[in-house]
């Protein structure tokens, strides 16, 4: 008896879990060193190698040819907020436990729900206010500022989710026609000048042992392993069904964060972490139904203007 073949939603959201596990283990590899090596110089070593990886797979699709296309303002912007994200995720990667780190990343689309509202002025209803107005009071029992166990670099780990938002209204601006793999090469080539700039300039470039280059080669393959997958889980199956599996990154975290760097979250930070992903996935939810309300206004006013014209033809 034959099986039946997954839906394309189902394929989808276990590509989206892919990626994310290829995100977060990562993180895992490039945590693992320990701050032996500088972040400019780990955004310089792991973005040569992933920039080789991504060549190679647009020179297979033959893509090479449009390389010129990436000669956009945006791409330029995208690419610049990529690097800082970067720059300060890596810096809070040494100093703060595996899974806070992830937690509140979880509060990134939130905070790309806020800046389109802002700054794309895309309609936001005073229930999704509110949700993102809970959804940040959760970041901030995560942080938990003034408290015993707070910690400076987790206001830096915020800052870094903004400049990641950042790079996502970027995203939302960029021509519809432009591959997204020409996007990645695009951010991994800017990351990898940028870190050899930062390097050169702080003095901090370290003899990379055979280890550590093993380390940093397979943090980029992973990383390569969560484009890849993310980009297959957003053409597949549909973005309202598909975008809630993100959240999946925080159990990935917690559980390397146990296995591998005996870390377990704190109570705060689980209550933290559940009230920014129950907001985050009712922001979802309210724009699934606005969308839907807009196709379905857009229908009707198109069926309007269909029977009108018939009828003045008959007329």
């Known amino acids: 008896m034959s099986q039946a073949p997954l839906s394309a939603n189902v394929k989808a959201s276990l590509y989206m879990m892919l990626s994310m596990m290829g995100f977060v283990v990562n993180d895992m590899f490039v945590k693992s060193l320990d701050g032996a090596l500088s972040v400019g110089q780990i955004m310089a070593v792991r973005g040569v190698m992933l920039s080789a990886l991504l060549i190679v797979v647009i020179w297979q699709q033959g893509l090479i040819k449009r390389i010129n296309e990436l000669l956009n303002i945006t791409v330029a912007l995208r690419s610049v907020m990529e690097v800082c994200a970067t720059l300060t995720f890596l810096y809070c990667l040494q100093l703060l436990p595996f899974a806070t780190i992830s937690a509140i990343l979880q509060a990134l689309p939130l905070s790309v729900a806020l800046g389109a509202a802002i700054f794309l002025g895309e309609p936001v209803g005073w229930r999704r206010w509110i949700a993102i107005a809970i959804g940040f009071c959760g970041v901030l029992v995560i942080i938990r500022p003034g408290l015993e166990g707070f910690n400076t670099a987790s206001l830096i780990m915020l800052l870094s989710v903004g400049f990641a938002a950042a790079r996502d209204l970027f995203t939302r601006k960029l021509p519809s026609q432009l591959p997204s793999l020409l996007v990645s090469v695009a951010t991994a080539t800017v990351i990898t000048i940028a870190g050899s700039i930062i390097a050169t300039a702080q003095g901090d470039w370290q003899p990379v042992t055979t280890g550590q280059l093993g380390t940093l080669l397979m943090a980029a393959f992973f990383l ?92």
């Open 224 to 315: 390569f392993f969560g484009y890849q997958f993310i980009v297959m889980a957003m053409r597949s199956g549909e973005v309202a069904y598909v975008v809630p599996f993100r959240y999946t990154s925080l159990l990935w975290a917690i559980a390397l964060g146990y296995f591998i760097f005996a870390e377990v979250p704190d109570l705060l930070t689980v209550i933290g972490s559940g009230i920014v992903i129950a907001t985050g996935l009712f922001t979802l939810y309210r724009e699934m139904i606005n969308n839907r309300r807009t196709v379905t206004s857009t229908a009707l006013n198109s069926g309007d203007n269909a029977w009108n014209e018939r009828h003045h033809k008959d007329e």
